[in-house]
């Protein structure tokens, strides 16, 4: 299995509270992508990063911003959380673009 | 915008049985597919990822084929087995989007012993 830890794994918080979800790799992969899953919707790409400091948004990045100070660590931070933003998030990872990717075991956030 | 349905959305059969998974996708200017396989409560575990100029692509009893100009793909898989029992994901890159995977929402199947 490709070396993705994703902490925490699991969490409640209120609505209008800050939450930083942490995606950690070992493989030294250049590419790092944030997902949400929700019923009825699959898995959308919220942001991606292409190297240190540079990210990119995806399709639901709204309410959403990541962060990329290190090759192993990509953090996706939601400034104020709302109950839309209830769902299971995955980190993925990726050695180059359009390259196979390789998830994380998922953070559950439930916002209440 | 691309679009990706995946039929059925579940699939029941016994074990030993071959079957094959389907995945259909809007927009033919794509630049790979990759199937995954998702079990209850984890992550999603990379099965094959075929490029746009392949045909199929093959692992153990899995099997995956691309048909670029009819939009589908489909995972063949042999000799079923309980162990196989999990949610069935395609996923698709445009040409010119490579960072940008669209899934399909998953066919989940269930190998009775």
């Known amino acids: 299995d490709a070396g993705i830890t994703q902490s925490p794994r699991h969490k409640v918080t209120e609505t209008g509270t800050p939450v930083t979800l942490r995606c950690h790799q070992t493989e030294n992969h250049r590419y790092m992508y944030w997902y949400r899953q929700d019923p009825g919707h699959g898995l959308r790409l919220i942001h991606y990063?292409?190297?240190?400091?540079?990210?990119d948004k995806g399709e639901v990045s709204d309410g959403y911003s990541v962060s990329r100070s290190k090759t192993e660590d990509f953090l996706l931070t939601l400034e104020s959380a709302t109950s839309s933003q209830t769902s299971v998030y995955f980190c993925?990872?990726?050695?180059?673009?359009?390259?196979?990717?390789?998830f994380g075991p998922g953070t559950r956030l439930t916002v209440t | 915008k691309q679009e990706v349905t995946q039929i059925p959305a579940a699939l029941s059969v016994p074990e030993g049985e071959n079957l094959v998974l389907n995945c259909s996708f809007t927009?033919?200017?794509?630049?790979?597919l990759q199937w995954f396989r998702q079990d209850p409560g984890k992550g999603l575990t990379s099965l094959l990822l075929?490029?746009?100029?392949?045909r199929e692509q093959t692992s153990g009893r899995l099997n995956a084929s691309l048909d670029k100009s009819s939009g589908r793909s489909t995972l063949y898989i042999a000799a079923s087995q309980p162990g196989d029992s999990a949610t069935y994901l395609c996923?698709?890159?445009?040409?010119?989007?490579?960072?940008?995977?669209?899934f399909g929402a998953g066919t989940r199947l269930t190998v009775k012993p």
């Open positions: 993925a990872i990726s050695e180059r673009t359009g390259g196979e990717q390789y």
């Open positions: 996923a698709v890159r445009r040409e010119g989007y490579n960072n940008d995977m669209r």
């Open positions: 927009d033919s200017a794509i630049y790979n």
């Open positions: 075929i490029q746009s100029s392949q």
């Open positions: 990063s292409y190297g240190v400091k540079d990210t």
